[in-house]
Each structure stands twice: as structure tokens, then as C-alpha cells.
């Protein structure tokens, strides 16, 4: 299988500097899968096994307005289940994590044959595996949903939202060993607001109940493939500017993206520099290290950043420095362990 990728280099995009003595940027970083998938299992396939949501108590959809609240009991969206597979499949074929992902187009637990929570058979997961050439099964067993719209009064002007909440409840059948993978119970909300003079304009931009549970569906199958992938997430960086004039030269280089040159000038720097010349070039050269995929090293230094700002003082912007620097080392530290998980998850054996 290709699960090895080139995750190490993040993509880098430059902010507007900072109004003191540092600039920012950000960047794309790599983060483990909440559970780990065996690497010999290549490729899935999706099915939605869940029996349709139908309430006893009903009272999913909740409106409350000022002195009045009602529901709603003949909203429903008869393919829930199979918009959260497909919102699934389409951010897991993005991610490039598996070879291969399958779906099956139809819902496996009909009203008219099936019941609540069904099992899942070995027999049928054996079956879905030898039809797609795939290694796992990946299933919706059940699912729930509800939406509330709430608006309230504050001296004259109405301030209105719509809640949409999902819960997903999730089964991985590992076909190679023959047993479940992981199981995994998902609660997603997502919500919308809006403000008028009169009721009825607080809520005039809100989606509608049925629109808003369809964005419900998608958020939960796109929620759920960071559960079981790695996921890129953009993160802030800060790197000194000022404190030494080379920093100007080496900001040059940094501009360009070579930050292996403006490495070298922090080194130069950490060299000769004094006390708090040195810390922040040590920063500098966590963050250079870290941004050609050195995170071992990128730690080191971080540390050595820290222990240079704790011996030149903890007062004023002395202080903020440290703390900066004990934050990207702690930074630093987790996802030094972090790469530890990836290299597992992507089958990288050092």
C-alpha cells in the first residue's frame, strides 16, 4: 500500500508581523488519527447499517421564542445515514490515507427487514471485504439527530440560533484478524445565529430545519474521518526579528523560504550573540528545525531557548519571551510524540 507521504514539510503561510519584536506565520501540521489503523489494512468499505431514526417522544426539533416554545415532530431526513457515509468517504478519499475507499449505496438495515443496532455479521463483513478487495468494514450502526432554534429578547433587538446536533455511533471490522476494530460513540453540533429589530428577522437567515440537518450529516462523516486519519491542522508560529542586526539578513532568507540559510545566521548569532540575543535565536532555530521536519533537534533548541530568556530575567517582555518559549517547547515536545504515532499509523520504521 502507499501510506507513506512526504508529511514532514508543511506548507507555510506568512501573517502580518508582529507589532513588537517578533513575526508570525502559519502552518500546516500533520496530527495522528485518534485511533490507530493496522497499516496491512489498505482499503475500507462504508456502509450505513443503522436503523432510521424514528422517536418515540419525539420532540427532536425544539423551537423557543420569548414566552412560547413548541416542537416539531414531522421533520425527518430518510437518508441521514447515508449522507454521513458519504460526507465520509469523500474527506477520506482526500486524505490519500487508505488506497482505496468503497461505499455501499444503499442502506444494509431497511424498516420492512430490519431492526435497532442489527449486528453486523462476520459473514456479511467477509462478504463486503471480497466484493471490494478491501480489508475492513466500516460501519454506521445507529444514528440520532435533533435541532433547537432558540430566540431571545434583549431590550428591543432579537438575537436568534439554530442548533444542529448529530450522534453517530461507529464500528470498525478488522477482516484480517476477524474482530472489531474499534468501536466509537461521535457527538457533533453545529450552530448558526442571526440578529433583527422583530422575531421574525432574527431568524430570516437562518437554514432552514431540513438544510440544516443535512450540514449536520456532512460535519459528522467529515468529523469522523479525522477520528480515524491523520488530519492537517494550520497552527501559529512566532520567530524573532529584531534583537540583533543580523536578524534583518536572516528575515531576508525567511522571506524566501530557505530556512535552512536562516539557520545558519541564528547559529551565528547563538554563537557570538549575548544572553538574549542568544534565546531568540535559539527560538529561530527550533522553529527552522522544526519546519524541515527536525523535531528532535527543534526540541533541543526550544529548551535552549527557554533555559537562555529563564537566566536573563522573567520581568516585562522578558517574561513573555519565556513563556513563549515554554509554551513551544511544550509545543515541540507533544508533537515530537505525535510523529511517533504518524510513523506507525503510515508504516515508517526507522
Known amino acids: 500500500m ?48 443503522a436503523y432510521p431514526f424514528r422517536p418515540e417522544d419525539k420532540g427532536i426539533h425544539k423551537i423557543k421564542v420569548p414566552k412560547m416554545e413548541y416542537t416539531i ?17 469523500e474527506s477520506l478519499q482526500s486524505k490519500a490515507f487508505f488506497d482505496s475507499v468503497y461505499i455501499v449505496n444503499h442502506p444494509l438495515n431497511s424498516p420492512e427487514k430490519g431492526e435497532p443496532m442489527a449486528q ?64 466509537h ?17 432574527s431568524v430570516e437567515n437562518l437554514p432552514t430545519i431540513r438544510n440544516a440537518l ?8 467529515a468529523q469522523y474521518s479525522e477520528y480515524i486519519s491523520p488530519t492537517w491542522q494550520s497552527e501559529t508560529r512566532y520567530f524573532f526579528k529584531k534583537g540583533h542586526p543580523l536578524f534583518y539578513d536572516a528575515q531576508t532568507y525567511v522571506n524566501r523560504g530557505d530556512w535552512e540559510e536562516a539557520g545558519r545566521i541564528w547559529y551565528f548569532i547563538y554563537e557570538n550573540g549575548k544572553k538574549k540575543q542568544k534565546a531568540r535565536a535559539a527560538y529561530n532555530l527550533a522553529l527552522s528545525q522544526e519546519i524541515i521536519g527536525n523535531f528532535l533537534e527543534a526540541t533541543s533548541w526550544a529548551y535552549r531557548a527557554l533555559e537562555g530568556f529563564q537566566e536573563d530575567g522573567g520581568l516585562g517582555m522578558n517574561g513573555y519571551e519565556q513563556k513563549m518559549a515554554k509554551d513551544y517547547y511544550i509545543e515541540l515536545s507533544t508533537r515530537l510524540q505525535e510523529k511517533k504515532k504518524l510513523d506507525k499509523q503510515y508504516g515508517i520504521y526507522e
Open 120 to 183: 453486523l455479521s462476520p459473514f456479511v463483513v467477509d462478504s463486503l471485504c471480497a466484493k471490494f478487495n478491501a480489508q475492513a468494514v466500516i460501519e454506521l450502526g445507529h444514528y440520532e439527530y435533533g435541532t433547537v432554534i432558540n430566540v431571545i429578547d434583549v431590550e428591543g433587538q432579537y438575537y436568534a440560533t439554530l442548533d444542529a446536533r448529530t450522534t453517530a455511533y461507529w464500528k470498525i471490522h478488522n477482516n484480517l484478524s476477524n474482530d472489531i476494530l474499534d468501536v
Open 2 to 49: 502507499n501510506r507513506i507521504k512526504k508529511w514532514i514539510l508543511p506548507g507555510l503561510i506568512f501573517l502580518l508581523p508582529g507589532c513588537i519584536s517578533y513575526s508570525t506565520i502559519e502552518l500546516d501540521v500533520l496530527k495522528p488519527a485518534k485511533v490507530a489503523i493496522p497499516v496491512e489494512i489498505a482499503s475500507v468499505v462504508v456502509v450505513d447499517n
Open 214 to 221: 443535512n450540514e449536520a450529516a456532512l460535519y459528522s462523516g
Open 185 to 201: 460513540l461521535q457527538r457533533d453540533t453545529i450552530f448558526w445565529d442571526g440578529a433583527g429589530l422583530t422575531l421574525g428577522n
Open 73 to 89: 415532530d414531522s421533520i425527518f431526513v430518510e437518508d441521514f445515514g447515508m449522507q454521513i457515509n458519504q460526507s465520509l468517504v
